[in-house]
């Protein structure tokens, strides 16, 4: 198939073209030639800004698009009114963030969404960012129609290349051993999928004509934070030795879930079910888990190829960490 692929040179995007590439498709890029220009040499990039430039798509057929950069409904509309007569179906890239809240365990996705009391805001924030990804997603919808329109709600996506951090900190981590801060207890879960199963998961919906929204996250059993930094360990072989510190010392010591601990949220009455969301769906169509700790081997391999002195954009420094530990050991 011809598949136009709106960015795709960062994390998801360039993961995508691979997985299209394997599977023998012709891929087109349209992005600003501003990340990684050099990537993929061998395919046709359309250099252009999607508010500005869309007129340079014209003359030309596809089968799918895939949007994995859409952020604002205002923006996104441009883009798929364009490509409605030029192209068989439309898949936006948007997110479990738009759920009005994770109060539920094993939610779906009929679960209610977010709702912003401004549709014209164009500020990504905490608080706008799953709604705004809602209003992004009925563009698509209202403007491909329910048979063209295929929505992929992913989870926190890890591995290689992945920019934020938000799982390589672990195995790094890990890998280095020694005494090391764990949030809550060993049986706290958390919800991740490997960029590459993703990206095959998207690319087979796509070649079974699919369409309608899909929660894509995994594993298919429960993970917990426990067995992600036992695998960790086990693959790098370290010294590691966890120490596991309660919500409450956490919060004492400003120490913050997702950021600071990255891959974890506490359970609480608000977010019970953030860590636990049904991905039944996706898993009937096709979605399949490489094992963990193919996961975790490749992300800490690609780590390492990193600047020695890559600034961490998750995670606690090893001074902040060592401050905490001491703490935590007093008392």
């Known amino acids: 198939m011809r598949i136009l692929i709106i960015g795709g040179t960062r994390f998801l995007g360039r993961h995508l073209v691979e997985a299209a590439l394997a599977r023998r498709h012709e891929v087109t890029l349209f992005n600003r030639g501003k990340t990684n220009p050099d990537l993929f040499p061998q395919l046709e990039t359309i250099l252009g800004d999607r508010e500005k430039d869309l007129d340079k ?49 094993g939610m779906d996705e009929s679960y209610p969404v977010g709702k912003l009391e401004d549709e014209t ?15 992004c997603e009925k563009v ?12 992929i709600r992913p989870g926190l996506i890890v591995g290689p290349h992945d920019p934020t951090d938000r799982f390589t900190y672990w195995p790094v981590r890990v890998a280095r051993g020694g005494d090391v801060l764990a949030p809550q207890k060993p049986e706290a879960l958390t919800q991740i999928i490997d960029v590459r199963d993703l990206s ?30 036992e695998v960790s360990k086990e693959i790098s072989g370290s010294d590691a030795s966890f ?4 919500v409450d010392f956490l919060n004492q010591h400003k120490v913050e879930a997702w950021s600071d601990m990255p891959a974890w949220i506490p359970d609480t009455e608000e977010d019970i079910g953030f860590a636990r969301v049904n991905v039944s769906k996706a898993i009937e169509a096709g979605l399949r888990f ?17 600047p020695v002195d890559h600034e961490w954009k998750a995670g606690l420094t090893q001074e902040r960490e060592a401050e905490v530990l001491a703490a935590l050991k007093e008392g």
């Open 57 to 105: 798509l014209s003359g030309r057929i596809w089968e799918a698009v895939i949007d994995v950069a859409g952020y604002f409904p205002r923006i996104v509309r441009l883009s798929a009114e364009v490509l409605e007569p030029k192209v068989s179906r439309y898949v936006f890239i948007s997110s479990l963030s738009v759920y009005a809240d994770f109060r539920k365990i």
């Open 121 to 135: 805001v164009e500020e990504v924030t905490g608080e706008t960012y799953g709604p705004l990804k809602v209003l």
């Open 140 to 151: 698509v919808q209202e403007t491909f129609g329910g048979e063209r329109a295929l929505i």
């Open 200 to 229: 095959d998961f998207i690319l087979k919906l796509i070649e079974d004509n699919a369409s309608g929204v899909y929660n894509a996250t995994g594993p298919d059993y429960q993970l917990t934070l426990g067995k992600l930094l």
């Open 243 to 246: 120490k596991w510190a309660g």
């Open 290 to 306: 490489r094992p963990l700790e193919e996961t975790l081997r490749d992300t800490l391999e690609w780590a390492k190829t990193r």
